[in-house]
């Protein structure tokens, strides 16, 4: 959440700020929502290189860290870049960003609910009803009509669409997986993964052909060594951006870990590696350059054109160099004699797993000494206590509703 959420309200106000002060200088003059759009649009990271590098087993922190971000940095940027749309830039003033912050609760809150809420009905219905029992193509088409329905009525309320389908995928593969046949399983995941591995393709595909459409760089009017300086400026803005929140949260994580006993801090090394995941743009920054900047894939000016031209050649130059240069970095930085020093969160128990989080059997004090208790451990350990109970509360009340095994059962 710090590097995903907090990250891109950081970089995104310093790439803004850098790209109006930058393009003055070039001619190039935008409005106040395209300014705050790049800011958007350039926090959009693609981490996907670094994990194909990085080893769960030997550095389950460092890895839990960079996928994590990963997967809620491009909901993130997208309902921020959403919330930017709705704001009214003839009239900012000191509220602008409050209203900002409110616009991107909202979106966020209101996706998620509606994400989770399609999942735990699709989990309901192959759980509780007899709709499609023991037939896979049924089971399966319901799973990916679902999934295909809150993403609609995402864009029909004006929410996030990629954050509902985001949240809605979490609670099916968590409940609704289970309900399903062993084959609906299998085929579902390879399913997926092929719809993914296409879509993905389909992507850089697009990239590549966009990068080689000559409409676009004779529209833009900058010269070469402009469109240079242009390219240059973006990913010093980006690098800065980037090192202006990885190493003071990891700063401010360790200050929180050290009341705890356990060896959780993120070395210098690590925040490099994790500094360096986020280099890289992908497929979120380019569909919303053509969002910002294009009607229907086609600019209309030579300032948009610019905008384009300049996002597609970004990705393209991450994607390669810092993706080129990622193994070798982190093989220099994480030996594989030493990348191992970060400890696993403590297991929890089987008995603490089978507790109620309140229980009706038991006396008021009992009840309130366990709350006491958990308190205690929540201001010493907040993430391990927050997963520990929310792992208690989902055996109890959740599974037996919507199905799945219990957490002592995988064990």
Not at 168 to 193: E, L, P, Q
Not at 271 to 288: F, Y
Not at 355 to 373: C, H, I, M, Q, V
Not at 393 to 411: C, H, I, K, V, W
Request: charged share 15%; with cysteine; net charge neutral.
């Amino acid at each position: 959440m710090l590097f995903g959420v907090i990250g891109v309200f950081i970089s995104s106000p310093i790439i803004a700020t850098g790209c109006w002060l930058l393009f003055g200088k070039f001619g190039i003059n935008l409005s106040p929502r395209d300014y705050l759009a790049l800011g958007a649009i350039f926090s959009s990271t693609d981490t996907v290189c670094t994990l194909q590098v990085l080893h769960q087993d030997e550095t389950p922190l460092l890895y839990s860290l960079v996928f994590g971000e990963g997967v809620v940095n491009d909901a993130t940027t997208v309902v921020l870049f959403n919330a930017v749309q709705k704001l009214d830039v003839n009239r900012i003033d000191g509220w602008t960003a409050v209203k900002v912050l409110v616009d991107f609760l909202y979106l966020f809150s209101t996706s998620t609910a509606l994400g989770v809420a399609a999942g735990l009905v699709t989990a309901f219905v192959l759980k509780g009803l007899y709709f499609g029992r023991h037939s896979s193509v049924r089971e399966i088409a319901l799973m990916v009509l679902m999934a295909y329905l809150s993403y609609m009525l995402a864009e029909l309320f004006e929410l996030s669409g990629i954050l509902t389908v985001f949240f809605a995928g979490i609670f099916m593969s968590h409940y609704a997986w289970h309900n399903v046949t062993d084959s609906s399983r299998i085929t579902t995941k390879h399913v997926f993964a092929m719809m993914s591995f296409i879509a993905e393709t389909f992507i850089f595909l697009y990239v590549g052909m966009d990068a080689l459409d000559i409409e676009k760089w004779k529209m833009s009017k900058l010269s070469g060594w402009d469109s240079i300086g242009v390219y240059s400026g973006i990913m010093l803005l980006i690098l800065l951006g980037r090192a202006a929140f990885v190493f003071p949260l990891s700063a401010l994580s360790n200050c929180l870990n050290t009341s705890t006993r356990r060896s959780t801090s993120i070395t210098l090394n690590h925040q490099i590696v994790i500094w360096w995941a986020g280099l890289m743009r992908g497929a979120v920054s380019i569909a919303l350059a053509f969002k910002q900047f294009t009607h229907y894939g086609v600019p209309l000016d030579p300032v948009n054109a610019t905008m384009v031209t300049a996002t597609v050649i970004v990705v393209i130059f991450s994607t390669l160099v810092f993706g080129f240069l990622t193994k070798p970095l982190i093989s220099y930085l994480l030996p594989h004699s030493n990348a191992s020093n970060l400890e696993r969160e403590p297991t929890i128990s089987k008995e603490a797993l089978k507790l109620p989080l309140l229980s009706f059997e038991e006396s008021a004090a009992t009840n309130l000494l366990r709350a006491k208790d958990g308190f205690s451990m929540l201001m010493e350990r907040p993430v391990y206590t927050i997963h520990s109970f929310w792992r208690r509360f989902d055996d109890a009340y959740m599974r037996p509703t919507f199905g799945g095994p219990r957490s002592n059962e995988l064990s």
